[in-house]
């Protein structure tokens, strides 16, 4: 082999070595700037740590409704006594007011009680939302994304229960959206489900 076709050789080499190396950083720097998608509500509803807020929220709304029909048959009782009295007497227009109270009272405790029960399911909602935002920031972190975006669901024109009567109302509806595409390796929605459920059975067994 001549030193012309040695050279050749050698410079086809070094061009196909620049050429992989060019397209090692274009691709690692296109992750490294890429944006992800996490679909929030998904890994809200599928949560270890949501189900058992859930399931602590209805035991609190269980005792509030068993104390509630404790009160409503109170007041039933109270109801029968009264029917028993003859009207236009002192004793029944006493007895009256106490029902009358007895039933205000109640419906305001009761309205208490379930604003009281909404508050705590936002102010749970509102913890565990702080987590995943942390979750997703490391786990995109960790794969080289510098920005994660909500998934949407795909938009669907005529869905059941959607009044677009015009055009105009059409690219509102389109204009609403904050994505129009996006590949499923750009999902971390799993991912980010993950690495909660593992770190809040770790923490479950921590506390034991």
Request: aromatic fraction near 6%; proline fraction near 1%; avoid cysteine.
């Given at each position: ?79 029968e006594d009264l ?85 105009e109302q059409l ?38």
């Amino acid at each position: 082999m001549g030193d012309l076709q040695v050279n050749i050789m050698r410079s086809r080499i070094l061009i196909a070595f620049a050429a992989a190396l060019l397209l090692g950083a274009s691709a690692a720097s296109a992750q490294k700037s890429g944006v992800a998608v996490v679909d929030v509500k998904k890994v809200f509803e599928s949560l270890r740590e949501w189900a058992q807020a859930k399931a602590q929220i209805q035991n609190m709304a269980d005792l509030v409704k068993l104390e509630d029909q404790s009160r409503q048959q109170k007041l039933q009782q109270m109801r029968e006594d009264l029917e028993l009295l003859p009207r236009d007497t002192p004793n029944y227009a006493r007895k009256l007011e106490d029902f009358e109270l007895a039933a205000l009272n109640r419906n305001v405790w009761l309205q208490y009680q379930q604003a009281k029960l909404g508050r705590e399911e936002v102010s749970r909602m509102e913890v565990i939302y702080g987590k995943i935002v942390d979750a997703t920031k490391r786990v995109a972190t960790a794969s080289g994304y510098q920005m994660v975006l909500v998934k949407e669901k795909p938009l669907k024109i005529l869905e059941q229960g959607d009044q677009i009567k015009d055009r105009e109302q059409l690219w509102d509806k389109i204009a609403e959206r904050k994505l129009i595409w996006w590949s499923d390796d750009l999902d971390l929605t799993d991912q980010v489900r993950t690495k909660m459920d593992n770190e809040f059975i770790a923490g479950a067994e921590n506390n034991k």
